[in-house]
Each structure stands twice: as C-alpha cells, then as structure tokens.
C-alpha cells in the first residue's frame, strides 16, 4: 500500500496525529504518548494494515524529549511504516508497553529502559538487562557523564 | 504402587540454576537463569552484558568510516556481512550508486560468509549434542574460505572489506579460481554432512519435535534468519528487500514448516546449497568498473533517518542512522538478528527438559556478541 493511502487510513484513528515523509524512506507517524498503545493495537488489528511484525524498536533521546521508534511492516501486505511517541518528563519518563501486541517489545523495552530510563507500564517484569541492578544513570542518554569510562573528544 | 502413585508420593521443588555465563553450550558469555522443577524448565531469564561494549555510544562520537570497523565485531561470524550494511545505510544517505563490480564481489563474499558461518554452526550443533566429529569436519571445510578471506583482504574474521562507497581493494588474482576449487570440494562434502549427522537416529530423536516455533509467535517475536524460515515465516531480507546483487541471481528461500530443532537444522544445510548456487551464478561474470567511488575524506550525512536492512547468517540485521548533518551520527541502532531470536527462547522452552534447551539453543545459532552488541 502507498505512503498516502496509509496515511488516510491512520489518520482516521484519532486527530492528534503528525506525519512526516521528509528524511525518511519510510512514513513517519508521531503518536501522543497518552493513545500510544491504542493506536498500535489498531495498526496490528485493522484489516487494511495488519503491521504484523515490529522489526525494530529503538529508544531515542532528542535532547529535549525521550523517545521510543517502532518500525514496523505488515508481513503479507508487505508495507512498513515508523511510529514516534516522544515523553518529555526526563526525570520519571513513562510509556505504555505494547508486548501484547508485538511480544518481542518485552525484550526491546527492557533494552530501552536500560539505556534510556524510560518506564513501561504494565510491563510483565522490567529490570536491568545488560547493566548491574545498581548502575547509576542511562548511558544512552545524551547527558550521561561516566569521566572515568568514556573518551570524550 | 502405580506410577502416578509413586509421582504423588515424591514431592519436588522448583528451585533456581544458573546455566552459564561460561557454559559451553552457550557458545560465549550468555547467562541464562533457569527455574527447574527436577529435569524440567518452568522459565528462563536471560541476563546479559557481560560483553556489552557499548558499540551504538561508540558510534555516536565516530566518523562513518570508523563504525564500519566496529560493527564486524558484533557477529563476528557475519562480520562482512555487517559492514556492508553500515556501508549500504551511509551510501544510501549519500544516494552514491557503487559499481556493479562491488555490488556483485560484495555479494560473493557475502554468500562466502554465510557458508563460513552456517558450517561452523553445523560444526558445534553437532558438538553440542554429543558428536564431536562434525566439528573437525566443518573446520577442515571452513578453512578454505578463511583462506580465501585472507589472501583477499589479510583478515580472516573480522575483515574490514567494505568501505562506505565500495571495497578497499580489487580482488586478488587467485579469487575466483579459489572460490571455484572451494565450490568444487564442498559439493563432495555437504553431502557428507548429511550422511554423518543428518539421518542419524539419535540426532533425529533429539531434534524432532524439539523446542517447537510457530509461524505467529515467529512473527510477533520478531524472529528473523533461518530460525524464522524453519517455521515458515518468509523472512528472507535478501528475497523480499534486495540489495546489491541479489535481484539478479536466482536462488530459493527456503521454507519448513514444522518449526522445531530439526526444520530449522535443515534450513541451514539447504541454505549452503542455495549459497553455492548463488555464488556459482556470478563468480565466472564478474563485471568491469570501479573498486571504489570517491567520497570526501570527511563524511557528512544529510540530516534525517537512514534505515538498511540485510541478511546476516542469523537473520535479519537493521541499521538505523539519525543524522543531523554533522561528520558524526546523532544515534546509530543495531536491529541485531540474535536479540530478537533470544526474545523467544523462553516461551519456546517452556516445560522442556535441559537437554532439550541446549538442542534448541544450538539450533537457535547465537553468537553472544550480536545480542550484547
């Protein structure tokens, strides 16, 4: 399916919704954090798009805001598309989790939270993944400081 | 007394295990926390990092030529494979168009790579099931390609083959007439794979009907590669996104459907012969052109999102580049084949016995440093 058919479909869902195909291969959708899970269960469940499988899921920090970016592609009608859902509370960020949707998010939220700090609610068991139960910070972030582990140039 | 009888009569516990961080089975630092109830795994909870080195930070204050570098060391199996990716991605952003001549020697030798890597697999799944010949059969077999590897470009592993815009050097003189004599002598031996391990009983019994993935968990659990194709799902980045010289040469995806260790074994083993085949398709009409298009000394990406995906031997790799504009990316993301596959493992294990879990794994392919990145 076209970029712009999709975008008619989804643009039905809910009226807060941005796209963007600027510099970008694929169509971009940015989700308000408050309908992130409900928009993503309609992605999976309409029968036009089917987005079957989350091929990845990338944390993000832009600086201000903390982020999370689903690709995703549906593996019959074989069309991919990138949602955005931004937090901009960097103290105590938290997003829905949607690995009842796509079961492979539980695993790449624990990554993201590991890196970035960002909650999930509902969550089955969020916990520090690749780094020790008492590490200090989100090495991802882009504030992150560790003078005596990083060569900053 | 009956036997439900005497089951009533023991009482057992669950109690916790740790299988590795240093398990031979793993093949690498992965720990996985198993609660057992006797022989029997009711969960396991992978704890990883133990090798994490950070390589996306590493890539946020590096030049794009320098991430090529690293990323090899992910999965070191693949490492060819890997670097055309962050190679493909960054000439992608440019919209620079390499050669025909780099699109089909990269393809060559990325085909040599999966070969390298799904015999080394062979090698250690039969080890890991207790027969230790495979392994000295897949090594004998992989040296010729590391041979290859090495007069091409004096790596044998970690190659550093590609740069962004094309290769680092033409092929050496003897490259096809090699390729040629490897493609020769492992068309007598692949069948001898199948002779050793392939029908033998035992191996049948441990592996039919083992740790069992079907098509829907597959592609929910975002499994990629091999693993995904033994359960049906058309997963084939090659096939379905192609990229260099794939959409000119013939080859089968393919495709199991019965989803256990032994559909996802002959995945493999199919997979080498459709690997042979693609090679053959090209090595004799390698054409003429450019080693290399010029890029400037300093990269700079436009700004925006930049994503390629290939085929690793594992499955399917993504790389994500956000750019601002600067000689650096603004965030770099590995979408690693092995990270995905090992969301599954759980589910999949669930009310096997331990030596079930080490088939599944050994099936299952993992190289720990793709998953820890």
Known sequence: ?153 | MTNQEVKNKIKTEEYFVNMGPQHPAAHGVLRLLLTIDGEIIKNVEPDLGYIHRSIEKMCERDSYQQIVHLTDRMDYLSSHINNEAVCLTVEKALELEVSDRVKVIRTIISELTRLASHQLWWGVMGMDLGALTTYFYAFRDREMINDIFEETCGARLTMNYNVPGGLMFDIHPNFVKRTKEFIKHFKTKLPEYDRLLTGNVIFEKRTKGVGILTKEDAISYGVSGPVARGSGFASDVRKHHPYSAYDRVDFKEILFTEGDTYSRYKVRIAEMWESMSIIEQLIDNIPEGNIKETTKAVIKLPKGEFYQRVETARGELGVYINSTGTKNPYRVKFRSPGFSNLSVLNHITKGVKIADLVATMASFDFVIPDIDR
């Open chain 1, 1 to 153: 399916m076209k970029n712009e058919d999709l975008q008619s479909i989804i643009n039905g869902f809910s009226d807060n919704l941005e796209f963007s195909t600027e510099a970008s291969e694929f169509l971009n959708v940015v989700v308000p954090k408050e309908q992130l899970h409900n928009i993503c269960n309609q992605l999976k469940s309409n029968s036009s798009l089917k987005f079957d499988y989350a091929f990845c899921i990338t944390g993000m920090d832009w600086g201000k805001d903390l982020g999370v970016i689903y690709h995703l592609e549906s593996t019959e009608l074989k069309h991919q598309i990138v949602v955005k859902v931004m937090v901009d509370d960097r103290e105590n960020p938290v997003l829905d989790s949607v690995h009842d949707i796509w079961q492979t998010a539980e695993f790449h939220e624990l990554e993201v939270y590991d890196f970035f700090g960002i909650k999930f609610n509902k969550h089955p068991k969020l916990r520090r993944l690749f780094l020790t139960p008492d590490w200090d910070g989100f090495p991802l972030r882009k504030d992150y400081v560790d003078e005596a582990n990083m060569i900053v140039k």
